[in-house]
Nanobody
Framework: EVQLVESGGGLVQAGGSLRLSCAAS????????IGWFRQAPGKEREGVAC????????NYDDSVKGRFTISSDEDKNTVYLQMNSLKPEDTAVYYC?????????????????WGQGTQVTVSS
């Protein structure tokens, strides 16, 4: 059974940093695309960053480029999202996703597996 467990959310002031973790189990880590989506109140879920460990490739939404970094640790079966220079508009519930197919975080409806989400709140 595929399981994704997020951690690392919290409250931070604008300009601060947080690191989210997604501990994955139940599947071959290298065979999946794993990423992060987020959903702010009243808004649709949007892709933040995705990683394809076997290919060593990543992609980011324009709104987070240069501030967020996605990485993976295959030994720990964990994907990280390092978030720097946080802004109030980054406030959302952040979800870890995984799928055997490659979608480049293009559409949340395409991903089969989701974590429970972790809240990130950035105060101004």
């Amino acid at each position: 059974e595929v399981q994704l467990v997020e951690s690392g959310g919290g409250l931070v002031q604008a300009g601060g940093s947080l690191r989210l973790s997604c501990a994955a189990s139940g599947f071959n880590f290298d065979d999946y695309e794993i990423g992060w989506f987020r959903q702010a109140p009243g808004k649709e879920r949007e892709g933040v960053a995705c990683i394809r460990s076997r290919l060593g490739s990543t992609n980011y939404d324009d709104s987070v480029k240069g501030r967020f970094t996605i990485s993976s640790d295959e030994d720990k079966n964990t994907v990280y999202l390092q978030m720097n220079s946080l802004k109030p508009e980054d406030t959302a519930v952040y979800y870890c996703v995984a799928d055997r197919s490659t979608y480049y975080c293009s559409n949340y409806r395409l991903y089969d597996h989701w974590g429970q989400g972790t809240q990130v709140t950035v105060s101004s």
